[in-house]
């Protein structure tokens, strides 16, 4: 067969990724109409992607499970759970290997093109979660050498974005620079940015709180230290039927508060024989009971309120309780003591999720903020729908904010024309600062 090489943009030099980067910024900050497409790699979906304008406003959000192919919905998902499960029947066999390599192959194809189309049609950015900085790899879909094998071909697409239709092969748009390593691609590769994305599906979409403590029991003093390091106080309101924990925590400006009543699940290893199972809290369930391989506990309200009756002996429910709490360590045991500070750690617990196939709540996975009551649960007008969507809606405003702050790159470009290189880093702090001033 004949056989002619062709290099692709042959005679446009070899421009680094340096370079590159520079113009793609430079044609960003000049052409300020652009949109932002976050990709989560999901626990309860395999992606997920957040469309967002720039006054992060959702657009469009959507699971990446399902992919349209030639007409027909494709549930990738599904098919990896159900060749997973026959891989483990056949006891690992080589051949159930291949075709679980094969579907993600497929899939990482099917799904690179949809992302690649989507941020034409929206003339838009796209951000990924820096795998460099740490990989959440606990509960997720999808390992970190599939995430990365996803990443590169994602890179290598836009490398030369070809439309078919509009028989652009001789002017087909460069979108990113020559991939050469994961250690090479830093913070950007043309129109892909990439953001630390720890914790992003367990911040607040509303109000942006996010746990920023992390109580533990060191001892029977631990409430004590805890209302020294954190100001941490606690009070009964009678006429909402719940408690309040007021507390300051790192980078916060003022104290915070969160409320007991609360829906929330959380895992237990230890239970069924070690097999693991779901303590489920709902805010108005006065029993508890068994279900399935989970428990129904009682609501964290009551929890709190028979802990402090029948083990603090505080009978009375006035005032700052924290302090009377402190009074009675001495008569308390440290089981009593552990109990409490893991109730304010459910209560923290903003994402509530059960991962695998358990019984009738397998579907469970909801953001429920603790602090503005914020409920994926209920329409909201961010219209985030779950966790995961939440996950990805949060690693766009990111970057948005990496477009917008003052030494962002729509300011890339000084008065008198020069080019300064965007910081495509920052702390958290200045960032949940911008978040709060933005609204």
Not at 37 to 47: V, W, Y
Not at 264 to 282: M, P
Not at 319 to 330: A, F, Q, R, S, V
Not at 360 to 366: F, K, P, Q, T
Request: aromatic share 10%; hydrophobic share 30%.
């Amino acid at each position: 067969m004949f056989h002619t090489p062709i290099e692709i943009n042959y005679g446009t030099g070899n421009i680094n990724q340096g370079k590159f980067n520079q113009e793609i910024n430079k044609f960003i900050a000049e052409n300020q109409n652009i949109k932002i497409i976050g990709i989560d790699r999901g626990e309860k979906h395999l992606l997920y992607y957040s469309l967002i304008d720039l006054d992060g406003k959702i657009i469009k959000s959507e699971s990446l499970n399902k992919i349209k192919i030639g007409g027909k919905e494709v549930d990738f998902h599904q098919k990896l759970d159900e060749a997973e499960k026959e891989r483990q029947k056949s006891r690992k066999s080589w051949q159930k290997i291949d075709q679980i390599k094969n579907l993600k192959a497929g899939y990482i194809s099917h799904v690179v093109k949809k992302i690649v189309d989507l941020a034409i049609e929206n003339n838009a950015v796209i951000v990924l979660e820096d795998l460099n900085f740490g990989f959440k790899s606990f509960r997720q879909k999808i390992e970190k050498n599939v995430y990365q094998q996803f990443e590169k071909a994602l890179i290598d697409k836009l490398g030369f974005v070809v439309n078919k239709q509009k028989q652009n092969q001789r002017f087909a748009p460069q979108l990113s620079a020559p991939f050469e390593s994961f250690e090479k691609v830093g913070k950007q590769t043309g129109i892909i940015y990439y953001v630390l994305a720890n914790n992003t599906s367990k911040v607040c979409p509303q109000c942006q709180w996010r746990k920023n403590i992390y109580p533990h029991y060191s001892g029977k003093k631990t409430i004590g230290k805890l209302k020294n390091q954190y100001q941490l106080s606690m009070e009964w309101l009678e006429n909402e039927n719940r408690f309040v924990f007021e507390y300051k925590g790192e980078g916060d400006k003022e104290k915070v508060s969160v409320y007991s009543d609360v829906d929330r699940v959380r895992y237990d290893k230890n239970l069924n024989n070690s097999q693991g199972g779901y303590h489920i809290y709902n805010h108005s369930s006065s029993n508890e009971s068994k279900d399935g391989r989970n428990i129904i506990e009682k609501s964290i309200t009551l929890k709190l309120k028979e802990l402090l009756w029948d083990k603090f002996s505080i009978k009375e429910l006035e005032g700052e309780l924290i302090t009377e709490i402190i009074n009675k360590t001495d008569e308390v045991s440290a089981d009593d003591i552990k109990d409490l500070i893991g109730l304010f750690n459910v209560i923290l617990n903003i994402r509530n999720t059960v991962i695998e196939n358990n019984d009738d709540n397998s579907e469970i996975d909801y953001i429920q903020c603790p602090a503005c009551g914020f409920d994926t649960r209920k329409e909201n007008d961010l219209g985030i729908k779950n966790g995961d969507d939440n996950g990805a809606y949060n690693i766009a405003l990111r970057v948005l904010f990496l477009l917008k702050r003052k030494d962002g790159i729509f300011n890339c470009i000084d008065g008198e024309g020069e080019y300064q290189k965007p910081k495509l880093t920052f702390k958290n702090t200045d960032y949940f600062q911008w978040v709060r001033d933005r609204k």
